[in-house]
């Protein structure tokens, strides 16, 4: 019975995380998109802020993961797409509409893990207003560039003991190197660059 409770805990925890998913891209996405559309921006979220993505030797990974699974994708996902209320799901076609809508954004917004809305709500909101989250985000629902607004939420990481670093993006730094039988030698390394004075006052490498 143990086991059965926490795999319906598991089961319960991975239909949400996958149920965000989805709502998040829509409101990354206009009116009108296909499968791949979705899927894509889906396996996206996954990378964003991955300083390897932008500099790396392959950046076409999030299209491949897609390309390579995307059977695979319609499996994981074609029940939360026929059960949500706020897309019209059209399998044979591979299309889908979404409302764009302020009321339809509003929804969607109301509908992210709350860690998300409060990235949100701390971007859109200026300082000593202490707004409620509810009335911010129904600002940012009104708002025609919205999908941005989201996708401008601001990066975390986590230093080695799962303390949070704030961070706003990657900056790639070119260290030479010295001491080796190649003068040129050199190496390219992601620089964390935060706004927030209390992180360091030194670079953080990693």
């Given amino acids: 019975m143990l086991v059965q409770n926490e795999n319906a805990k598991l089961h319960d925890a991975l239909v949400s995380n996958l ?3 989805v709502t998040a891209s829509f409101l990354m996405l206009p009116e009108s998109f296909s499968e791949e559309d979705l899927f894509l921006q889906i396996a996206g979220l996954s990378y964003t802020g991955d300083f390897w993505m932008v500099i790396g030797e392959d950046k076409s990974k999030v299209h491949n993961i897609v390309k390579d699974n995307i ?3 319609r499996i994981l996902y074609s029940n939360i797409l026929r059960d949500c209320p706020q897309v019209v799901y059209k399998p044979q076609q591979g299309k889908l509409e979404v409302d764009k809508s302020p ?3 509003f929804i969607q917004l109301m509908a992210l893990p709350r860690t998300l809305q409060q990235k949100i709500t ?3 909101d200026p300082p000593g207003m202490n707004r409620d989250v509810e009335e911010i985000l129904l600002q ?3 708002d025609p560039d919205c999908g941005a607004v989201v996708q401008q939420e601001p990066l975390n990481g986590l ?3 799962q303390t949070e670093i704030p961070f706003m993006r990657w900056i790639p730094v070119e260290f030479h190197l ?3 039988e190649t003068p040129s ?3 390219l390394v992601p620089v964390l660059v935060s706004s927030d004075p209390n992180v360091a006052e030194d670079p953080i490498i990693g």
């Fill in 103 to 105: 009321k339809g954004q």
């Fill in 159 to 161: 230093a080695t003991h």
């Fill in 19 to 21: 149920k965000s998913a």
């Fill in 122 to 124: 701390k971007l859109v």
């Fill in 178 to 180: 010295s001491g080796v």
């Fill in 140 to 142: 940012v629902a009104q």
């Fill in 71 to 73: 059977q695979h994708f």
């Fill in 185 to 187: 030698a050199s190496l």
